[in-house]
């Protein structure tokens, strides 16, 4: 059992910080007119690819949606364009998701972790966020004894790609 | 406007897949004695340092924990224990998150995205997930000209690490 070692302290702090739900309905405000994107890119850590990770969430029902990389320009785009711009590894270059699938994420908050090598975006998602035309990208799940798909593809890949 | 672009057929897929609450209260089933621990891994991409990316979020609110890495052994541990298991990149070690703490992540739903290049673990958060005493690691969000913090500090550091 993994909570054997649990004392007073950490029960009262579990008490105290009992999470509350992310559904919001506000779009965080930031002034892109006088944005210091600068001091906003200071604190991000990039891996040696000049990279960090981006995980996408939808900001009402909290999905987690997907992981993708973002660049620095990939960053400021989104930032000030509120729409969010990836960077695809495969085929090393910005990715304005939606382009040509039309399924945009529409950005309602840009967050930054504490060692500033994680960004989290909350989005209103359009259609769906994976190229399978499932909702997330997170559609396997280990149920069992393996992995089992747990979501339906709502969306023909063939008419995302046509 | 980043959604002048929409057609009727998004607009239509938007209708059915509108996204629905991640709140649930249920563990998701698997049965560690059965586990075919072999045939999940087969399906991780790891990167050239063995790592994969796993983002941990609360399974009832949907908050967006942390992001850290796993490498096998992790995952293995962490399937069979179902608390979440680590591996430190600055340690360089099998990092059993709560250890030291005491803010141990018992893990509900491990899902792996299309892929296969990042884990979610939907995770019941002991306390605080950040080693800074805050609910979430991501405490840092664009307002107004830049970042600012946006939680508080619930648990003294110094509480956590003596």
Redesign the interface.
Known sequence: M??C???G??LN??V??R?????SSAE????VA???VD??LK?VKFNSDGLV?A?A??F?????L??AWMSTESIVET?K???AVFFSRSRKKLWRK?DTS???Q?VH????????D?V?LTVD????A???G??S???????????EE?LPV??DPD?LYS
């Not at 999470?19 to 559904?23: F, I, L, T």
């Not at 009402?60 to 987690?64: I, W």
């Not at 908050?109 to 060692?115: E, P, R």
């Not at 998602?125 to 769906?128: K, P, R, S």
């Open positions: 993994a909570f070692n649990i004392t302290r950490h702090s579990l105290k910080t999470s509350s739900a992310v559904v965080a405000k930031w002034n006088k944005l210091d001091s906003i604190e990770p995980i969430q939808q009402d029902s909290g999905e987690v997907m992981m930032l364009s509120r729409r939606g039309g399924q945009y529409h908050d840009f967050k930054l972790d504490c060692d500033g994680t989290l998602q359009l259609g769906v994976c190229h399978t499932r909702r990208c997170f559609y396997l799940a280990v149920r069992d004894d393996g992995l747990i709502v969306i008419e």
